[in-house]
């Protein structure tokens, strides 16, 4: 097939690459002619493993193409993924205002039978905005166009993106008419040969499909912290807690961790885009909202332990920060819970030395660059760098160069041997023998 895919960043670009390597034509369209520069020499503007390799040999074997012109791609086409940004507005709705742009260029453009599939995530109702502003431009230039919207979210896992559209465990396709399921089941034939994943629905279905996903791993993060937070006060390891209840299959292990707070493009906006569409349809989302407070409140757990253990008096002191990005495995630091210590941090007059092994220049571009100027922040170029000298040490990224670190070389750096773990990755008892006082998520302190 001949694909066109709109808008090249996270989700277009593994869409539009992963189409091309099961032998399709992509023709990948974005506005950023630098960045459309840059992909057709090999520089993705995203990390992901595993994204870069099938880029470059894709665009080399002439299967994956990439322009900022859509008349281009459109002439060539017969599927258009639309798969451009949806930021939330200061209410927490979806911005639409790309899509339904891309949506009216397509109208304007179009020249045969085609199908317009909507795959950035869209409140319920969207395909009937995007067929609306199709049709209102073909009847514009006095032609009739066969055309159908589809549905078809995507679920990505940032870190894991590129393996989950290869072997996807579900591929939800919402559409109206037959043609569309056929060609939409061709094209995703060749990812589940094994077995049948796709499951067709209603157009409408499939758009709120994705909204309660999220939501729902969003809330069972947020109601182990709320447990954690509980945990705390009650003289009880949270880690125990989690062990107990994942075992039973009811409930499972994924997405119960206790921690620093959820972040990333997906969760807080869809939490909150959901939040904003019951709102308009008049229902009070009382679950949702506590999901997404008791997040915002989580983030800040980190700093109000630094500020117990010292007192209240941070001024003057430096610490050390593993982990920038929301999550291992990304250097994306969108509601990262990594931004709001460190900001909570220099506004409380202390110094942060940070690392991560791959969101260093993400980090240059999200905080003021007086703060690097001034040296109040420092985005060093190893682990124990951070260390050197800090007040503390705060693990908030579970990446696997921090998952079993040297103690004993850490406690010769740190000035105050002193972990504050966001992510529960330490054993409480090993770090007390180390000598370290520590201080977790959902668990009791214990001092040096």
């Not at 503007?45 to 322009?67: A, D, K």
């Not at 179009?110 to 009937?128: F, H, R, Y």
């Not at 949270?238 to 206790?258: K, P």
Request: aromatic share 8%; net charge negative.
């Amino acid at each position: 097939m001949n694909i066109t895919v709109v808008g090249s960043g996270y989700v277009g670009l593994v869409t539009g690459a992963c189409i091309a390597e099961m032998g399709n034509t992509v023709y990948c369209v974005d506005v950023d002619k630098t960045k459309i520069d840059n992909l057709k020499q090999g520089i993705l503007p995203i990390y992901e493993p595993g994204l870069e390799e099938i880029v470059t040999e894709n665009h080399q074997s002439g299967r994956l193409h990439f322009t900022t012109s859509l008349s281009e791609a459109v002439e060539q086409s017969e599927v258009f993924f639309i798969a451009v940004g949806t930021p939330p507005g200061e209410d927490g709705s979806a911005d639409l205002r790309y899509v339904l742009e891309v949506a009216k260029q397509i109208g304007d453009m179009l020249t045969g039978p085609a199908i317009v599939v909507n795959k950035s995530t869209v409140p319920v109702g969207t395909a009937d905005l995007v067929r609306a502003a199709i049709t209102e431009r073909l009847e514009a230039r006095g032609v009739e166009i066969e055309f159908s919207v589809v549905s078809n979210p995507e679920f990505l896992k940032e870190g894991a993106a590129v393996n989950d559209f290869m072997h996807p465990d579900r591929i939800v396709i919402g559409a109206d008419n037959e043609h569309a399921r056929q060609v939409m089941s061709a094209l995703y034939a060749p990812f589940i040969r094994n077995r049948p994943r796709t499951m067709f629905m209603g157009i409408r279905d499939a758009e709120m499909t994705k909204y309660a996903a999220n939501a729902m791993l969003a809330t069972k993060i947020s109601f182990m912290n709320e447990i954690a937070s509980l945990c705390e006060r009650l003289d009880v390891d949270v880690e125990n807690v989690r062990l107990g209840i994942g075992s039973d299959e009811r409930i499972g292990y994924h997405f119960i961790y206790a921690g620093c707070g959820y972040g990333g493009s997906c969760f807080p906006k869809d939490v909150k885009a959901l939040i904003n569409i019951a709102h308009q349809n008049d229902f009070e989302p009382k679950l949702l909202q506590a999901v997404e407070s008791r997040n915002d409140q989580q983030k800040h757990s980190l700093f109000n332990k630094l500020s117990t253990h010292f007192k209240g008096d941070l001024s003057g002191r430096t610490f050390a920060v593993w982990g920038l990005a929301f999550k291992p495995g990304t250097d994306d630091m969108r509601e990262a819970p990594s931004v709001v210590l460190i900001n909570s941090l220099i506004n409380a007059g202390a110094k942060v030395r940070a690392f991560d092994p791959v969101a260093r220049e993400t980090a240059r571009r999200e905080f003021p660059e007086s703060w690097f100027t001034d040296g109040l922040l420092q985005i060093v170029e190893g682990q124990y760098e951070a260390a050197i000298d800090a007040d503390a040490l705060c693990l908030v990224t579970e990446w696997k160069p921090f998952r079993r670190p040297d103690f004993r070389a850490l406690k010769k750096l740190l000035k105050t041997p002193l972990i504050i773990d966001g992510r529960n990755q330490y054993d409480r008892e090993q770090v007390k023998r180390e000598g370290f006082s520590y201080y977790g998520i959902g668990r009791q302190p214990v001092h040096a």
